[in-house]
């Protein structure tokens, strides 16, 4: 369960939760040697000296050893929200620019390419590669708008069946001006709804 999470679809977020929750037990069976330990319970073949030294060893491992379990359960949640915003990027975005991810993620480019790289590598972005002449992705994922908008929209009026509206992009919050609820953010290449 902790070798490989990578391959399986939304692994990190349900492993990083099941691996926090295997070391809160851990955490608390830590916890209750230590009452035992301060209890007063005892064994009758065992002297009280090495029975609490016992007693300590395995507290401090279960502790420790819960501690150290949720860390890593913890680790994995964080590079599944990682890897979760690179994957929504990428099917917000028309062109796959690493730049753009760049700027939407504060991130380096290095960065960036080096996550993106090992996201290819494991299977996480299938089918997807890296172009670095032209510093984009390209990837399935990308979002290929359904129709064109070909015709001329005079601003503040309809014309025909298609509305205009402005909407603040929820990815960068820039404002755009969108034809019949949908529409791309001019600056992140987002997609943006109305709806």
Known sequence: MISKPQNRKGCFFKDGKVIINIGRLIIILGMIMYSIM????????????????T?????????????????????????YA?????????????YGSIDNICKLTSK????????????????????????????????????????TYSHIVIEGKTVGNNQQKVLKCPNCGGVNTIINNYGICEYCESKISAN
């Open 108 to 147: 380096t480019y290095d960065e960036v390419y080096k996550d993106l790289k090992y996201m290819i590598k494991r299977g996480i972005l299938t089918d997807s590669y890296i172009d670095s002449e032209n510093r984009k992705v390209v990837s399935p994922l990308l979002w290929k708008p359904k129709s």
């Open 55 to 79: 007693l300590l060893i395995i507290t401090i491992v279960f502790l420790g050893g819960g501690y150290s379990v949720v860390r890593i359960g913890m680790k994995y949640k964080k590079r």
């Open 38 to 53: 301060f209890s007063g319970g005892r064994a009758s073949d065992v002297s009280q000296s090495e029975f609490f030294r």
């Open 82 to 94: 990682k890897y979760a915003r690179y994957i929504g990027i990428i099917k917000n975005s028309r």
